[in-house]
T-cell receptor, first 112, second 110 residues
């Protein structure tokens, strides 16, 4: 989607290895979010950020950490990947709390 | 707890007919709702939103209806086209977060 990019688009990694996913925006939006999407679960919030260095946990934050050192970048890290973290990860941005989100194209992560 | 859900997981509609996708929510204090469309291999795309001080809002070929009495939300798509095939999610905006339903898959029959 215009204004938001995720990298990588696909990744296969081994159990126990660290993985970092990147979300980059050019919209200067304050709010950024990381979701995971799994069959039967819809979209579940992992972590979100409401400003530089301001982050908070979502409903499925265990095993994940985030960092936001710049407005435009929001990183999601799996410190030690597990097979249960195989999923499609989406980043989203929003200018306001009560406004629609713009989503990235997703990162498909497979942990083997 | 709070939840947003959908009545039907799959909806099949004849091309050219109108589609109606339904959603129930449980948090009566919610004041903002959004519908998203997700095509295969892509991220969710914003379709239309509505605030709780409204009952109806129209967009291009889409209408969202909000019934606060029964906590029900619906998305109507007029003259459904093949390009409307996707999974549709309703979401409730609450305190920096979106609470998502599980999604309804819309299938268009030729």
């Amino acid at each position: 989607d215009a204004g938001i990019t995720q990298s990588p688009r696909h990744k296969v990694t081994e159990t126990g290895t660290p993985v970092t996913l990147r979300c980059h925006q050019t919209e200067n939006h304050r709010y950024m979010y990381w979701y995971r999407q799994d069959p039967g679960h819809g979209l579940r919030l992992i972590h979100y950020s409401y400003g530089v260095k301001d982050t908070d946990k979502g409903e499925v934050s265990d095993g994940y950490s985030v960092s936001r050192s710049k407005t435009e970048d929001f990183l999601l890290t799996l410190e030690s990947a597990t097979s249960s973290q195989t999923s499609v990860y989406f980043c989203a941005i929003s200018g306001m709390t009560d406004n629609g989100y713009t989503f990235g194209s997703g990162t498909r992560l497979t942990v083997v | 707890g709070e939840s947003v859900g959908l009545h039907l997981p799959t909806l099949s509609v004849q091309e050219g007919d109108n589609s109606i996708i339904n959603c129930a929510y449980s948090n009566s204090a919610s004041d903002y709702f959004i519908w998203y469309k997700q095509e295969s291999g892509k991220g969710p795309q914003f379709i239309i939103d509505i605030r709780s001080n409204m009952d109806k809002r129209q967009g291009q070929r889409v209408t969202v209806l909000l019934n606060k009495t029964v906590k029900h939300l619906s998305l109507q798509i007029a003259a459904t086209q093949p390009g409307d095939s996707a999974v549709y999610f309703c979401a409730e905006n609450s305190n920096y977060q979106l609470i998502w339903g599980a999604g309804t898959k819309l299938i268009i029959k030729p």
